[in-house]
C-alpha cells in the first residue's frame, strides 16, 4: 500500500516523538489513551484507560493509582515504600526503595516535596536527575521477591512469572 493511499481511521492518532522519548499531542481532541495532555512521558505516565488495559492485559488486578493531569504516574518515585499497585491472588507488586531527585540544583528525598517547592514541576520533568531511585518489585506471597522493573514497558505478565 503507498503512504499515499494510507489513512488512519478516525478514531486513532499518532503521537509523533520528539527525539527525547515525549509524545506530542498536537491539535486533537483529549483521547483517553493520552490522558489529554500536551506531553507526557510514555516510560512513567500514562492514560488511565490505557494503564487498564495493559493491566488486565498482563493479568493484574489494580489496587490504586497516583494521577496528574488525567494520567496514571507509573514511576514508583511517586508513590511511598510499600505502597502495592497491584495484585493477584498469589503475588503483590510492591513499591521499593528510596528517591533522591535533583530539581533547580536542589536535592529532594521525595517527588512529593519537590512538586510542593515548584510550581510547574511535573511540566520538567525530563530536567529531574534522579540520583537515586525507588523500583516496582514483585512479590510472590511466602517467598522473596520474584522480578523487579521501574517502568512501564517492562511490566511482567503473570503467566511468565508464575503468579
Do not use: H
Not at 500500500?1 to 478516525?10: D, I, V
Not at 495493559?54 to 494520567?71: A, F, P, V
Not at 518515585?77 to 533547580?104: L, M
Not at 510472590?140 to 512469572?161: C, Q
Request: one cysteine or more; proline letters at 4%; a negative charge.
Amino acid at each position: 500500500m503507498s503512504e499515499e493511499n494510507f489513512r488512519l481511521p478516525s478514531n486513532l492518532y499518532v503521537l509523533p516523538l520528539d527525539g527525547e522519548g515525549w509524545a506530542q499531542k498536537k491539535e486533537m481532541p483529549d483521547s483517553p489513551l493520552c490522558g489529554g495532555v500536551q506531553r507526557m512521558d510514555l516510560k512513567y505516565f500514562i492514560g488511565l484507560e490505557a494503564f487498564n488495559l495493559i493491566m488486565r492485559d498482563k493479568g493484574w488486578t489494580l489496587s490504586e493509582t497516583k494521577k496528574i493531569n488525567n494520567n496514571v504516574c507509573f514511576k514508583p518515585d511517586f508513590y511511598e515504600s510499600g505502597f502495592i499497585i497491584a495484585k493477584t491472588p498469589k503475588a503483590k507488586i510492591v513499591c521499593v526503595g528510596e528517591t533522591i531527585v535533583i530539581f533547580n540544583s536542589k536535592e529532594y528525598n521525595s517527588v512529593e516535596s519537590l512538586i510542593a517547592d515548584n510550581e510547574g514541576a511535573i511540566d520538567n520533568f525530563s530536567s529531574w536527575e534522579f540520583k537515586e531511585e525507588k523500583e516496582w518489585v514483585v512479590f510472590k506471597y511466602g517467598t522473596e521477591w520474584t522480578f523487579s522493573f521501574t517502568t512501564i514497558n517492562k511490566f511482567p505478565k503473570t503467566t511468565k512469572l508464575r503468579c
